[in-house]
Nanobody, 121 residues
Framework: QLQASGGGLVQPGGSLRLSCAASEFTLGFYAIGWLRKARGKEREGVSCINNLDDETYYAESVKGRFTISRDNAKNTVYLQMNSLKPEDTAIYYC????????????????WGRGTQVTVSS
């Protein structure tokens, strides 16, 4: 029901925009987040956006480089990723939760399929 897209191969310093779309699932009813899993590393919460007031959260590793936003009319949440680094390489998943604070803490109610982001020269 949740589908992440927009991943790909990009050079260091480049940009990508990920999209999280849903079918039969109204994203505006949930807090939406992006999490990533890199090979050999634990899963990491990257960013979240609250459905009630659009409050946002960013991991320290992406602050100032990534921006999360939502377009309820398109039922889509975006993650704009700029100044990408090789350490951003991972599978990125979008996820939904009934509660924003829980999602920030890593508690996910609904997982989407991931999209691979590779940052390499």
């Amino acid at each position: 029901q949740l589908q992440a897209s927009g991943g790909g191969l990009v050079q260091p310093g480049g940009s990508l925009r990920l999209s999280c779309a849903a079918s039969e699932f109204t994203l505006g009813f949930y807090a939406i987040g992006w999490l990533r899993k890199a090979r050999g590393k634990e899963r990491e919460g990257v960013s979240c956006i609250n459905n009630l007031d659009d409050e946002t959260y960013y991991a320290e590793s992406v602050k100032g480089r990534f921006t999360i936003s939502r377009d309820n009319a398109k039922n889509t949440v975006y993650l704009q990723m700029n100044s990408l680094k090789p350490e951003d390489t991972a599978i990125y998943y979008c996820a939904a939760s009934y509660h924003y604070r829980a999602l920030v803490a890593g508690a996910v109610d609904f997982w989407g399929r991931g999209t691979q982001v590779t940052v390499s020269s």
